[in-house]
């Protein structure tokens, strides 16, 4: 008989994600402490064994739910549905189909796009781009970044406390103004992982091939201290695909991002 716990065991939270590390990488990142007090981890258990993980993340002004597994997924499904009464009335999401089915009596879902998971495969590719022109951005450009993003990037998700782990790189043109961002939405040394965010360039310098190059300035340094880079990408995005792709990065799966909210009248989500 599986039964459905809180877990605060790093270690066995930790266990069940490396089995599958380029699905799980954004929750990977999360058992870090930078992250860790952000995080409700919700668990499948039959005995002790761990069958599927939930992960809400609260560190931004709108919760997360991190909900993947590879198909059939029907643990999660089962984890989900008995959880739902514990989700925020609000929150987004990224789901799993099944993940998504068990939600759906009890919440509205607002599809925001069917989105890749990818990995850097062949990092390798990384050292046939001239990264010369690339500079490391500190937490003094914060207010700089969140002008450039607020114009090139509107509606990103961008946490200005990440630009403290000094993974956020830019180009700038002659003028001194930035012209291309890539960044990192989680960053672990003591996971050894990273997940690339906020990639972006400047509306009147896009097609020159800036973001390639920053993208590969930040995977080189990124490598001196993590042993696994992913990201997610919007699954219509063929320019941002083909970048990654040229750049040593493999499909790993696909998932769904949602707005979710209390269905009227239910008495709970």
Not at 38 to 57: D, R
Not at 116 to 130: E, T
Not at 188 to 211: C, D, H, K, M
Request: hydrophobic residues 45%; glycine residues 8%.
């Amino acid at each position: 008989m599986s039964n459905v716990a809180i877990l605060h065991d790093k270690q066995e939270i930790g266990a069940y994600l490396w089995r599958d590390p380029a699905l799980h990488l954004y929750a990977i990142g999360d058992l870090d402490d930078f992250f860790w007090s952000s995080t409700v981890w919700y668990g499948l258990k039959e005995g002790e064994n761990l069958l599927a993980v939930a992960l809400l993340y609260t560190g931004g002004d709108l919760p997360t739910l991190l909900a993947t597994a590879r198909q059939p997924a029907t643990a999660l499904a089962t984890l989900l549905s008995r959880t739902v009464h514990l989700l925020p009335q609000r929150f987004y999401a990224h789901l799993s189909p099944e993940a998504r089915d068990a939600l759906a009596a009890a919440c509205l879902l607002e599809p925001r796009g069917l989105h890749f998971k990818m990995a850097l495969r062949d990092p390798g590719r990384l050292n046939d781009i001239d990264i010369s022109g690339v500079e490391r951005l500190t937490p003094a450009a914060t207010d700089e970044l969140l002008a450039f993003y607020a114009h090139s990037y509107p509606g990103n998700w961008f946490d200005p406390r990440m630009v403290e782990t000094g993974q956020y790189v830019g180009i700038r043109g002659e003028n001194g103004n930035l012209l291309s961002v890539a960044g990192v939405h989680v960053y672990s040394a003591e996971q050894r992982v990273a997940a690339l965010g906020n990639i972006t360039t400047a509306p009147a310098a896009r097609g020159r091939g800036l973001a390639t190059v920053a993208t590969a300035a930040l995977c080189r340094s990124l490598l001196q201290t993590v042993d696994l880079i992913g990201l997610n990408v919007r699954a219509d995005n063929v320019a941002a695909i083909a970048c990654y792709r040229r750049l040593g990065f493999a499909f790993v799966a696909e998932y769904e991002e949602y707005m979710v909210r209390l269905k009227p009248f239910s008495g709970n989500c």
